[in-house]
């Protein structure tokens, strides 16, 4: 299995404007305790990477517990929205406008160049290095189609593409190359197999992450290829900050696995990890600007030691160093379907 480092992977908060990243949080809050004020038909779930039902009580955040797997670390709300209603949620919820309509376009220009096309890349090499003879691809996620259609340029080979996110018809309209199909979990087998599945920050808002990674198990051929992406928490931002970690906003994050987790979630028989990788590099930054931000907390002071009392170099060595070991708090991975 390969790991690579030194890779620059942004994450979307990270390019969009601070002032509509703050209004949009605002949307999320206020959302949440109105359209979730009744939690009669949540549901409950053990944890989504290795299914151990035992967990620790972590925080709460927006109304929401989160809890932190006694196994494998994998921090999740164990009580959330059904599949259906989170759905509603990304395709009718204002604070999903408000990103659909108005941080997506304001931030196209960056988000090309600094997300769509490093992924496109990572999903173009992988194609060519473990499945070049792919015909098929089958995208689920949210707000891939500016991805989906940087692949579908660079792999002439993929004769049929599909966007099956929940939001994909929002997103664009079916071509002759590329049929837009928003699917729920239980209609992915509808779609056909397929040769290349792609999941970008799907699994963490996945109202059931086992039934998910089950579904594109039988979504892919054999020996099929899926790319995906994790925000994790064994990373070192969300190990340092915790409960005060400002990349933890659900229902976008329900389901944090750890590296470990993951190792589990697309462990053998059913699965050939390929590749897993943080290639996270905001983790010491936003670290940085925490302990900035509150400078008379109690920090840790090994973490002040490393983040505050070091130099740049000295940051940008630990990042290296984090992503060496795995320790940041954004994954990716590409896994083999067994033959
Ligand atoms: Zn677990």
Redesign the pocket.
């Known amino acids: 299995m390969k790991t690579v480092v030194s890779v620059q992977e942004i994450a979307e908060l990270e390019i969009k404007p601070a002032t509509e990243v703050a209004h949009w949080r605002r949307l999320v809050a206020t959302e949440i305790a109105a359209r979730w004020k009744n939690r009669a038909d949540w549901i409950s779930l053990?944890?989504?990477?290795?299914?151990?039902g035992t967990f620790y009580n972590a925080f709460e955040r927006l109304g929401i517990a989160y809890v932190e797997?006694?196994?494998?670390?994998?921090l999740y709300a164990p009580k959330r929205p059904g599949e259906a209603a989170l759905r509603d949620w990304y395709r009718e919820s204002e604070p999903s406008r408000f990103w659909r309509e108005r941080l997506l376009p304001v931030s196209a220009a960056a988000r090309q160049e600094k997300i769509v096309r490093p992924r496109a890349d990572w999903v173009l090499d992988g194609i060519a290095e473990y499945t070049p003879q792919a015909r098929r691809l089958v995208d689920v996620s949210q707000h891939g189609r500016t991805l989906l259609n940087a692949i579908a340029q660079g792999a002439p080979g993929l004769t049929e593409l599909v966007a099956a996110g929940v939001t994909a018809d929002l997103e664009g309209a079916s071509t002759a190359r590329l049929e837009v199909r928003p699917s729920s979990t239980q209609e992915l087998h509808g779609l056909g197999t397929s040769d290349v599945v792609v999941a970008v920050d799907v699994m963490d808002r996945a109202a059931d992450p086992q039934a998910l990674v089950r579904a594109l198990e039988r979504l892919l051929t054999p020996a099929g290829v899926l790319f995906a992406t994790f925000p994790v928490a064994s990373g070192f931002e969300v190990q340092t900050l915790w409960q005060d970690s400002p990349s933890i906003f659900p229902p976008d994050k329900l389901n944090l696995?750890?590296v470990?987790?993951l190792m589990?979630l697309f462990a053998a028989p059913g699965w050939e990890m390929l590749e897993l990788s943080t290639p996270g590099m905001f983790d010491v930054e936003t670290v940085r600007q925490a302990l900035a931000a509150r400078p008379d907390h109690p920090w840790p002071r090994i973490v002040r030691a490393l983040v505050e009392r070091t130099d740049a170099e000295g940051r940008e060595n630990l990042v290296e160093f984090l992503q060496t070991r795995r320790l940041t708090s954004f994954a990716r991975l590409v896994a083999r379907r067994s033959p």
Not at 69 to 74: S, V
């Open positions: 053990s944890c989504p990477a290795c299914k151990t797997c006694t196994d494998c670390g994998t696995p750890t470990d987790g589990r």
